[in-house]
């Protein structure tokens, strides 16, 4: 089956450079969430996304913006990039109105910052 | 805000000792689910528990919710080394687009 596809798996970026993440959910799945995982941390919720339009914002800085597209892939863009950036970032897609759906998680993509 | 915490954030068993970590939301949730995340893994999903007072089994593991459905526990009878990793509560709140990840417990094992 079909899983939830991250890329890229791993990225190295210097400081005060961009970076974009990409994240494609299942298909039929209309519900995108960004997390941050620091090492050794819990992952933290950053942004999600349902039919293309924003549904809930958590600890992402301003500096971060994310959009879902038409057909439900969503961007995470990252600008100025920081050393504490350095962190695996997962997404994870949900089907909403099916009442107590399990989220699928990507593998997720490591960003170091340099 | 919606808040899901969990302790304790590490626990270190001897082998075969059984393991309980528990999960409390700060408001009602109307699931929870449990994931497991092995080291340099991402989260896999275990199981979820939708009803008031709620409790699953998978072999050597026991999932309750609680009945305010506020809390929820995973317990893990003699643990093995393959049970190591991270273990995750996560819940949806009333609004379904809001999807809360407990803060997880990191789970040792000697052998």
């Known amino acids: 089956a079909a899983g939830v596809i991250q890329s890229p798996r791993h990225l190295i970026k210097e400081k005060r450079e961009t970076a974009t993440l990409k994240c494609y959910p299942i298909p039929r799945h209309d519900t995108v969430y960004w997390y941050q995982q620091g090492p050794g941390q819990d992952p933290q919720f950053l942004i999600s996304?349902?039919?293309?339009?924003?549904?809930d914002k958590g600890s992402i800085p301003d500096r971060f913006s994310a959009q879902q597209f038409s057909d439900y892939h969503s961007e995470l863009n990252m600008s100025s990039l920081e050393l504490g950036d350095s962190a695996l970032y997962f997404c994870a897609s949900t089907r909403s109105g099916a009442v107590n759906t399990e989220a699928f998680f990507g593998q997720g993509t490591r960003l170091t910052v340099v | 805000g919606q808040q899901v915490m969990q302790i304790p954030q590490y626990q270190h068993v001897q082998e075969g000792e059984d393991f309980t970590t528990y999960c409390n939301s700060s408001?009602?949730?109307?699931?929870i689910q449990w994931y497991k995340q092995r080291p340099g893994g991402h989260p896999v999903f275990l199981i979820q528990l939708v009803k008031s007072g709620e409790v699953k089994k998978q072999k050597r593991l026991t999932f309750q919710f609680g009945e305010a459905k506020k809390n929820s526990s995973l317990h893990i009878t003699a643990t093995q080394t393959t049970d190591v990793g991270t273990y995750f509560c996560a819940g949806h709140g009333n609004n379904f687009n809001k999807f809360y990840f407990g803060s997880g417990t990191k789970l040792n094992v000697k052998p």
């Open positions: 996304f349902y039919e293309k339009m924003q549904s």
């Open positions: 408001t009602t949730l109307s699931n």
